[in-house]
């Protein structure tokens, strides 16, 4: 018994040891990172209403999939749908979902170039795998602990599906801040009437001014997608670099 037990210990301490080296990302396959995607999209929308006005699943649907051709990742289906939930807030499940509530599309009627930003934000999301690497995260931990899931994905799904719960590293959003403005840039230099970058810094100043004149209607977003004079500052350089050809949007 008293071998059982150090070996036991011994393929833990290892264990540890490996998972600590281990990129998360690399625990979730592509596959099962649009498995559990698909099943925390079928939970968020058990949970709240799809809106179908189809003037306005056009206009998202067009922006997103047009958006998704100048991503970094197009190895995947992307799927985006509105959600009638009068809140601000956008987000991203595994796998190519796109969430978009009615009250984000309201709050940018008439601004086409801030509401484009956000959706290229969230693809910057999904682009970088940070779904991935969160549900990494969850299974090194789980791994350590002895309650592995074995791949059950209603499980990950669940906790896919409590991301909009969840506030993003803030050197996740800066990551996604910037792939999106990529994502607008590209799009532009491909047609000039394009959605302008300019957009997402715009909505991010928006989202500042409305924190001070209306929290509540803004809470939802703001819990789930930080904004920060930082992160507009960075965000407005990453596209003047560009603009000025100091970066590449290659």
């Known amino acids: 018994m008293r071998y059982h037990a ?12 490996m998972l600590t080296g281990c990129n998360p990302k690399s625990l979730v396959s592509t596959s099962q990172e649009i498995s559990i995607g698909r099943e925390a999209a079928a939970q968020v929308e058990s949970q709240y209403k799809v809106d179908t006005d189809p003037k306005l699943n056009a206009l998202v649907n067009n922006l ?9 990742r197009q190895n995947i289906k992307y799927t985006f749908k509105i959600l ?9 499940l595994p796998g190519g ?9 309201d709050e940018t009627d008439g601004k086409t170039d801030e509401l484009a930003g956000v959706i290229a934000h969230e693809i910057g999301h999904v682009a970088a795998r940070h779904h991935a690497a969160m549900m990494g995260r969850e299974l090194q931990a789980n791994i350590l602990i002895g309650t592995l899931t074995k791949g059950d994905v209603t499980t ?3 906790i896919a599906a409590n991301f909009t719960l969840l506030r993003w590293s ?3 959003e800066y990551e996604a801040d910037k792939l ?3 994502e607008m840039w590209r799009c532009r230099n491909k047609d000039p009437q394009a959605y302008n970058a300019q957009g997402l810094v715009d909505f991010f100043g928006t989202l500042q001014a409305k924190q001070k004149k209306e929290p509540s209607k803004f809470e939802q977003i703001l819990a789930t997608h ?11 350089e990453y596209l003047d670099d560009l603009k000025a050809g100091r970066a590449s949007a290659n």
């Open 156 to 158: 990950l799904a669940s």
């Open 226 to 236: 930080p904004v920060t004079s930082e992160r507009i500052k960075r965000a407005q």
């Open 180 to 182: 999106g403005i990529k």
């Open 6 to 17: 150090t070996a036991l210990v011994l393929l833990i301490i290892t264990g540890s040891m």
């Open 97 to 105: 979902w796109v969430y978009v509530n009615k009250g984000l599309v």
């Open 84 to 92: 009638d939930v009068k809140d601000v807030n956008a987000f991203s």
């Open 170 to 172: 803030r050197k996740q």
């Open 64 to 72: 997103g999939q047009t958006l998704v051709t100048c991503s970094d």
